[in-house]
């Protein structure tokens, strides 16, 4: 089933005056359970795109459909609710609560998504056990490495259990070993059944999708599956180096 998409879908900056396109015209779909990555030269549209199909950027023209229902006409508060209840989302810069602690980061989206306080508590334990921050709960954002910021902001996107989860570059500031724990998590959310539309430009996270959408200037110039490598009866081999 479609779960996310869009129609014609365009933005245009004005840059003192002047137009300057940055998505042209894309159509793209996403079905329930599919892992889409984005992929592109810096300056194409990847991340205008994926922030406009979280609200966080309105679009000049077009449409964008999440579950069936057309959301680009909503208001910003309307928006706001929206991700509130079914969009997670990762950015390459953390962008969490300075004054909070981690488990609080964590917590916060599924309170606000309806949770009770037992349940926001369970998924942050299940969360941060995944990515084996448990012993940083009680710590505050300024006392983690950028590698563990990124993984609190990934829990924190993933504790409301979104309908869809959309990130921005998330390994663009970790090393390979955090990136490692990056991409274990979102394997194993996708397995579950987790949407996910990412930006990447690494070719490691791309070998996870089940499709890759190629951007240039604003416009989908591919959008292809992932071939696997099968092996015996073992089923799907990726191998991450």
């Known amino acids: 089933m479609t779960l996310l998409k869009t129609v014609n879908l365009v933005k245009i900056y004005s840059d003192g005056g002047v137009p300057v396109p940055a998505v042209r015209g894309v159509d793209l779909q996403v079905d329930e359970g599919e892992f889409v990555v984005i992929m592109g030269p810096s300056g194409s549209g990847k991340s205008t795109l994926v922030h406009m199909l979280g609200g966080l950027d309105t679009r000049t023209s077009g449409e964008i459909w999440l579950g069936g229902k057309r959301v680009d006409t909503l208001s910003e508060s309307a928006w706001a609710v929206l991700r509130r209840r079914q969009i997670g989302f990762v950015f390459q810069f953390f962008n ?42 009680d710590a ?3 006392q983690l490495s950028g590698g563990e910021q ?14 869809v989860l959309l990130a921005d570059e998330p390994t663009g ?6 990136t490692r724990d990056v991409l274990r998590l979102l394997g194993q959310v996708h397995k579950d059944g987790q949407t996910i539309v990412m930006v990447t430009h690494d070719a490691r996270v791309a ?22 490598r099968r092996k015996g009866n073992a089923g799907e081999v990726i191998e991450l180096r």
């Open 173 to 178: 500031n970790l090393d390979s070993r955090n």
């Open 96 to 137: 969490l609560v300075a004054s909070m602690t981690v488990a609080d980061n964590v917590e916060l989206p599924a309170l606000l998504a309806g949770a009770t306080p037992g349940e926001a508590r369970e998924r942050r334990e299940v969360l941060l056990g995944a990515l084996n921050l448990a012993e940083r709960a």
């Open 207 to 228: 070998s996870l999708a089940d499709r890759v959408v190629s951007l240039l200037d604003g416009e989908i110039v591919d959008d292809g599956r992932i071939a696997r």
């Open 150 to 163: 990124q993984r609190v902001a990934l829990a924190r996107a993933l504790a409301n259990q979104p309908t």
């Open 140 to 142: 505050a954002p300024a």
